[in-house]
């Protein structure tokens, strides 16, 4: 592995790049855990992959800006508009995949101005911008030195299990994707009073423990097989949140609200 690490992408080390992969990967989990209880009062899972606390596509976003335009940083408005176009690319994409390939998605922007095909929108876009440019100009200096200490003390053998641990979460969420499908299917035979006759593999049976409805609705509470999941089965999401901001309902704040302790909803 030395050297691959050691090869380089525009004069990047891969082992830099792989080490940034994953701390914006989970960075990205970090920031849209925070943003969606700052904005609707909720703290549910926002993993991207079973079983790791990782966002892949924050991950690939910000290896990819710090390619491109980390020798930009002097240059804030190019960077904001790079990062921008960059992530935008990156989202689209990503959103298309898990539409096309798994017919769902996580995220619908149809209700925001400017936006093309509810995959990005303008005003995301500008959110992107402003997290790239912070990352450019703040977070990658900060990030540099602690990267290369750990890369002469053990770094390489720490990120290849890492690497390897983010490989195989990724393939199991791919199988689980998959086989929720199958499920799912099954779940609407039966509601129109269809029978199919699905074998009964080894393989399904460790997908059905490893990653059972309850877990993937609460895993990935926001996408459309979520949604199709609990219709179907009778499960809810899991989430806690606080009864004077509740998803759906605007904040009161024209009078004095005395904090009150969280409220825990669990799946049935």
Partial sequence: MEVTYAATVLGWPVYQLCALFLIYGFLGVVIETVFCLVREGVLESRLGLLYVPLRPMYGIGGVACTVLLDRLQHQPIVVFLGGMLICSVVEYTAGSICDKVFGTISWDYRSKPLHLHGKICLEYSCYWGLLVWLAVSVLNPLIAGPVSWLESNAGQTVLTAMIGLTLAAALLTVAAWARARERLDFHNAQAEGRTVNVAETAARRILDRLAP????????????????????????????GWPRHRPGNDHNTSAPVRPTPPRIRASR
């Fill in 213 to 240: 409805d309850a877990l993937m609705i609460n895993t990935f509470p926001r996408t459309r097989l979520a949604d199709e999941l609990m219709a179907l089965t009778g499960q809810q999401r899991s989430w806690i």
